[in-house]
């Protein structure tokens, strides 16, 4: 079965830097790689997604990389701030079993210090 | 709000009652899915509706049944629960088999307790 590994469960940064959060995945490659940000007691909000012939993908300070030979999306927060504190999710999908189902990674959190 | 609304918030059930959770959605999609996320696990799916017809069970206990009357509302009945089924559940849509697709939006969760 498939595996997703996000290697650290918790990050601490200072204010301004970029954080860089690791996915990693066992098997076959995903159709759709995605990352969520989820706060305590509150459902995850999509963020990003990026397609398995797609290397990277930019939404404002977030970026997200696609690399399907190493097995392993990496997700960048440019300039952070206190307000990016929360957990973050790798999620992938398999569209081949007819419905978008997403598995889960166990998330990192994300502490940015002021 | 996010387009997926989840009542209760909050539940606490003892082991013999019934209750039922309850999700709408009125972003016009037409897939719906129940997650389980207990402390320290990753988000574990239920249930998948597809246009409507259940199409993932994912081999959960039958003491949890799903419904889903139409594409909008999304129901999973509790009955007879186990201390360890504490958790957040978690409603989400998206839509299926679009050409363009954009990830699952949640509802913000029913946190249940069972005593």
């Known amino acids: 079965s498939q595996k997703i590994e996000q290697n650290s469960e918790a990050l601490n940064i200072q204010e301004g830097k970029t954080a860089t959060l690791t996915c990693n995945y066992t098997n076959y490659s995903p159709a759709y790689l995605q990352w969520y940000r989820q706060d305590p007691g509150r459902g995850p909000v999509f963020l990003l997604l990026?397609?398995?012939?797609?290397k990277e993908k930019r939404k404002e300070r977030l970026k997200v990389t696609f690399d399907t030979t190493l097995k392993q999306s990496l997700f960048h927060i440019t300039a952070s701030q206190p307000a990016d504190s929360a957990t973050y999710l790798c999620a992938l999908t398999y569209s081949g079993a007819g419905s978008y189902q997403l598995t889960f990674g166990k998330g990192t959190k994300l502490s940015v210090i002021p | 709000e996010t387009g997926v609304t989840q009542t209760p918030r909050h539940l606490v059930m003892g082991m013999t009652n019934k209750k039922s959770l309850k999700c709408e959605q009125h972003?016009?999609?037409?897939?719906m899915y129940w997650y389980k996320q207990s402390a320290k696990k990753p988000l574990e799916l239920m249930f998948v509706?597809?246009?409507?017809?259940?199409?993932e069970n994912n081999s959960v206990p039958s003491r949890f049944s799903p419904e889903c009357p139409n594409s909008s509302h999304l129901f999973l009945h509790l009955h007879t629960l186990q201390p360890e089924d504490s958790a957040l559940y978690l409603c989400a849509s998206s839509q299926e088999r679009g050409i363009t697709y954009y990830g699952y939006t949640f509802g913000s969760g029913t946190r249940l307790t069972v005593v």
């Open positions: 990026i397609r398995e012939n797609e």
């Open positions: 509706y597809s246009l409507e017809e259940r199409v």
């Open positions: 972003l016009g999609h037409n897939a």
